[in-house]
């Protein structure tokens, strides 16, 4: 992390061994080619609801990669995923595993 008028500072994330994780890769079709401003809803088994939107914006003169990432805690799956594009198509997903990126398509 870069710091006004300071040095840069690195942080180091340590979790326990049973967390879990879950990315996607949206691919637009109608949409635009990254599937910028889409939502995405995740589904967890206990049923808690987890959101985030596809965005390389993070900050001031800076980007990140396109993947939109989600923390799954101790499950090992999400139970459903739904993805709403940019161009009004909704999208669900049903039993994804956890620990991988998933390439996601636009129908």
Do not use: C
Not at 50 to 65: C, D, F, K, P, R
């Amino acid at each position: 992390m870069t710091v006004l008028n300071g040095p840069a500072k690195l942080f180091h994330n340590i979790t326990a061994n049973d967390s879990h994780w879950l990315a996607l890769k949206l691919r637009g079709g109608k949409s635009n080619r990254q599937g910028l401003d889409a939502t995405v809803r995740v589904i967890l088994p206990d049923g808690r609801s987890l959101y985030n939107q596809a965005t390389t914006s993070v900050g001031y003169a800076s980007a990140s990669e396109p993947l939109v990432r989600f923390g799954l805690g101790a499950n090992r799956a999400a139970q459903k995923i739904e993805i709403h594009w940019p161009s009004g198509v909704t999208q669900e997903l049903a039993n994804v595993a956890a620990d991988r990126v998933v390439e996601v398509t636009e129908p």
